[in-house]
């Protein structure tokens, strides 16, 4: 008998648990109100280009690295022992 009441308070505090925790799930599932939707970002050209901005604003360009310092027809490039080439 002893064992029988163990086995039912067990699997009945089990179920509490499981049904509290499934209660409190929709709290968290609520959207901040300051983000923009995928629908609002396009709207306005305003929206639209202030999400470009912040795209490109985690784009990094190392700098000062042998890589890239000659990359483009408007720098030159000099490295001790090679010819200045301009």
Same mark, same amino acid.
């Given at each position: 008998?002893?064992?029988?009441?163990?086995?039912?308070?067990?699997?009945?505090?089990?179920?509490?648990?499981?049904?509290?925790?499934?209660?409190?799930?929709?709290?968290?599932?609520? +959207?901040?109100?300051? @983000?923009?939707? $995928? /629908?609002?970002?396009?709207?306005?050209?305003?929206?639209?280009?202030?999400?470009?901005?912040?795209?490109?604003?985690?784009?990094?360009?190392?700098?000062? +690295?042998?890589?890239? @310092?000659?990359? $483009? /027809?408007?720098?030159?490039?000099?490295?001790?022992?090679?010819?200045?080439?301009?």
């Amino acid at each position: 008998m002893n064992n029988l009441y163990k086995n039912f308070l067990s699997i009945g505090s089990i179920a509490l648990c499981i049904l509290l925790f499934s209660l409190g799930c929709k709290y968290l599932d609520k +959207t901040p109100d300051n @983000l923009l939707t $995928s /629908d609002m970002l396009w709207q306005t050209r305003a929206n639209a280009e202030s999400y470009l901005n912040q795209i490109y604003s985690h784009v990094s360009i190392p700098a000062d +690295t042998y890589s890239m @310092l000659g990359a $483009s /027809d408007e720098t030159s490039c000099s490295i001790q022992g090679l010819p200045f080439v301009k």
